[in-house]
């Protein structure tokens, strides 16, 4: 069988394939909640309990589909989540209700929990600690890039037809790339077209102290006692309010602050998830410049984080700006911004945590992300009708500054233990 070159990165392009239909689809309600809101009569704060039971699901879900996945195994286990969300959002269909809808959201937001543990996990088993960021970084556009294609193509389907059909059409792409995903994936020991070239060359470069063999368990309870589980998990806790509200609310801002239309919604509001795909890619390639430039990588990935969170600031200024289009555009730097941190804080999970507990530190780190994003969006469906939206995209600005913070407090980089031997003899043998 003929070898494919750099098999690897076919394998991270497939996650961003899958990856993008899975940000579509949630995506989806976000520019679809005016219509939605308009013709079924739902309110603002059931339509915040609509949002919040996504990401309530989704909370308590990263934790269970990352063990889930390192249990049951990368291929079958992702395949599985993927259906069930295509067939959750095909659902959103059958119901007008809130009650119905947040159902829906519930089941998809806990399958859909599955994403982010399942593409860390395959960026550290398919890529060198060196390349391990911008493998991320490239798989993680597809939450900007799904999140950008939604506007236009649920516009579409809405003024082609319905808000319903939008939802049909968006879970028929998930059920497609399900099996996409279980047809193309191959683990890099099953991989018959990796090159024994390429697979040597991914095997080198990844740490070696990181490694698990088959018969060692994944314990949550080792995850929870480290300290560098805390500092991403607080920083993600701090980061992804931003994200949750470029997802759920800025449509929403657009047409009640900015007066868009549907049909300038669909012009506009992709505008900061191409931005945030920029981000994506940028923060693994910020990162290696660094790292290599003799910056150690968990060092690199902690100044581009911080990086990311100075330019955050930027997006408090939507508070004061009167022009729309500058609004647009302070929202996409914010975009950009977060996900060239937040590419960050996911990768570090592969950076400090053994292969057998990628995927599950991942999810367990993303639910501190989601009950961040859980408590501003239920702050934001109480208050945004009484103090608007000024004052939240202020403490997005505020946020990350923490965040960063607690990264550089935190977090304590592991060291290979014949690397630190190798120092220490190094040490005596100068002194």
């Known amino acids: 069988m003929k070898k ?7 394998i991270i392009l497939l996650v961003c394939f ?36 996504f990401q309530f699901a989704y909370t308590i879900g990263q934790p269970i589909m990352g063990f889930f996945i390192d249990t049951i195994g990368l291929k079958l286990g992702f395949f599985i989540c993927a259906l069930i969300w295509g067939l959750a959002t095909m659902g959103h269909a059958l119901t007008g209700s809130w ?15 599955s ?21 991320t970084g490239v798989f993680n556009m597809g939450t900007s890039f799904g999140a950008m294609l939604a506007p236009p193509l649920i516009a579409w389907a809405i003024l ?43 095997e080198d470069g990844q740490e070696k102290h990181l490694q698990s063999s088959k018969k060692e368990s994944t314990s949550i309870k080792n995850i929870l006692k480290q300290r560098n589980f805390w500092g991403i998990g607080i920083s993600r806790f701090l980061a992804d309010p931003a994200w949750g509200t470029i997802n759920f609310w800025v449509p929403i801002f657009f047409v009640e602050t900015l007066n868009f239309s549907l049909k300038e919604i669909a012009m506009f509001v992709w505008l900061p998830f191409l931005m945030a795909d920029l981000g994506c890619l940028a923060s693994g390639f910020v990162a290696k410049f660094l790292n290599d430039r003799g ?11 911080t990086i990311g969170a100075i330019l955050m600031t930027t997006i408090g200024l939507v508070s004061i700006v009167e022009n729309p289009y500058i609004a647009v555009l302070l929202i996409s730097i914010g975009g950009f911004s977060h996900q060239l941190l937040s590419t960050v804080a996911a990768t570090l999970s592969a950076d400090l945590f053994k292969k057998n507990e990628v995927a599950t530190a991942v999810g367990m780190a993303g639910a501190c992300a989601w009950t961040g994003q ?3 969006n239920l702050f934001i469906g109480a208050f945004v009708g009484i103090i608007g939206f000024g004052p939240f995209f202020v403490a997005l600005a505020a946020f990350d500054l923490i965040g960063a913070a607690v990264l550089w407090i935190l977090i304590k980089e592991n060291k290979d233990p014949e690397e630190t031997k190798h120092d220490e003899d190094s040490l005596l043998a100068t002194s």
């Open 295 to 305: 910056i150690s990588l968990i060092n690199s990935r902690r100044i581009t984080f």
């Open 160 to 202: 082609f037809h319905s808000w319903e059909f939008a939802f049909i059409i968006a879970g028929i792409l998930a059920i497609i790339a399900a099996f996409f995903w279980f047809f193309l994936y191959k683990d890099p020991k099953d991989a018959k077209r990796l090159s024994d070239e390429e697979r040597a060359y991914i």
């Open 115 to 135: 994403v982010i543990p399942a593409g860390v996990k395959t960026a550290s088993t398919w890529f060198p600690a060196k390349e391990r960021g911008i493998a």
């Open 18 to 53: 899958i990856t993008i239909i899975n940000y579509l689809d949630r995506t989806a309600l976000g520019v679809a909640a005016p219509t939605i809101m308009e013709t079924t009569g739902i309110t603002k704060e059931q339509y915040s309990w609509i949002v919040s039971a």
């Open 99 to 113: 009650q119905g809808l947040a159902f829906m959201r519930g089941i998809m937001g806990f399958s859909e929990a």
């Open 374 to 376: 859980l408590i501003f």
């Open 4 to 10: 494919l070159k750099h098999y690897r990165w076919y």
